[in-house]
């Protein structure tokens, strides 16, 4: 979940060699030289917002992606003629992104794994250090294993989980009605069997005859004082309820969740967490206090600490 999207601020102000340093990019790229009124009109608004960067990708997305013009006419500069629909379509996607509303709401999608989730308001956009943790268990875990994901959000790690693993059984908790909605949706879409369940997991008291061999989560992990470094698109639009943890109790959930794994999981069993970068460390000497064994961090494709491992 890294959250610190393209650094907007730095590329929008940046001023003389880095200026021309980035106009010299933008002349390599061939919509540039070949580009069509539409993209041009699209650019425009939407630089007024976002740098030249990344007022192109969106530029591409949304011909392409949204409004259904092949790529190859797209770099040639083809020119598109908008039906009245399709315009006022195109100026309601140009003022969500005015308001710094994430692409991937807009579209109402994003891709995990190669696969197509809902999103929406309500629900995390999940984010590519996720589809790293999911690659790891996919290589791990025994092929009829009993897997818990706790906080699943659009239910991309359950749902990728159970079409990975056929003959596993996945349940699915969340706090948030919304997120269960969508991660239901996503379930039944990709033809998934996760089994979902309305649950905060500080409180609940789980059934004790309910055995896992696997309990994942990616939980809330940032903290309230990191809103600074934080970008509009994410503090504005993303649920409060799926990022933060309060500054006083950075492990508030990966401590509840150990505790949990005492009573859920199997000998043997196997914790795996979505961190903080922050505070890996931390996490591996809260889980070997609770008396797990062989803790321990796995970085990120960005080289940052990112997964914490864990057996009962
Ligand atoms: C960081 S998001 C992760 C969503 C998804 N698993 C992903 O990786 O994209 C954390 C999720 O935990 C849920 N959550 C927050 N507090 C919770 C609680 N007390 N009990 C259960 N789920 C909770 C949020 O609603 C949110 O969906």
């Not at 879409?189 to 789980?206: E, I, K, R, Y």
């Not at 890996?280 to 062989?294: F, R, S």
Request: proline share 4%.
């Amino acid at each position: 979940m890294s959250l610190l999207s393209i650094d907007t601020e730095k590329t929008r102000h940046c001023k003389g060699p880095d200026t021309v340093f980035r106009n010299f990019l933008l002349l390599l790229q061939p919509e540039f030289i070949f580009m069509n009124l539409t993209t041009q009109h699209i650019r425009t608004e939407l630089e007024r917002c976002y740098s030249a960067q990344e007022a192109a990708c969106l530029s591409r997305i949304i011909c392409c992606e949204m409004l259904g013009q092949s790529t190859v006419d797209y770099y040639l500069g083809k020119d598109m003629i908008l039906s009245l629909k399709e315009k006022q379509e195109l100026d309601g996607i140009l003022s969500r992104l005015r308001d710094f509303e994430p692409i991937q709401y807009v579209q109402g999608t994003t891709s995990f794994l190669g696969r197509t989730f809902r999103v929406a308001p309500g629900v995390l956009i999940p984010r590519p250090e996720t589809e790293e943790l999911v690659e790891i268990m996919l290589k791990e875990i025994p092929a009829d294993a009993r897997i818990l994901d706790i906080g699943t959000g659009s239910g991309c790690i359950a749902v990728s989980l159970s079409k990975g693993l056929p003959c596993a059984q996945v349940v699915a908790w969340d706090i948030s009605e919304e997120a269960l909605a969508t991660a239901h949706r996503n379930n039944d879409a990709l033809q998934a069997s996760v089994q979902f369940a309305l649950c905060d997991v500080l409180t609940c008291c789980p059934d004790q005859e309910d055995r896992y061999d696997v309990i994942v989560s990616n939980p809330p992990y940032v903290l309230e004082k990191e809103k600074l470094q934080m970008e509009r698109n994410v503090l504005d639009w993303e649920p409060s309820l799926a990022l933060f943890v309060p500054d006083t109790d950075p492990l508030l959930f990966y401590r509840r969740i150990a505790e949990l794994g005492q009573k859920l999981l199997v000998a043997g069993g196997k914790l795996y967490f979505e961190i903080n970068r922050a505070f890996g460390e931390a996490t591996v000497a809260m889980l070997g206090g609770q008396g797990y064994a062989n803790a321990h961090i796995l970085k990120d494709i960005s080289g940052n600490d990112r997964f914490v491992i864990a057996e009962r």
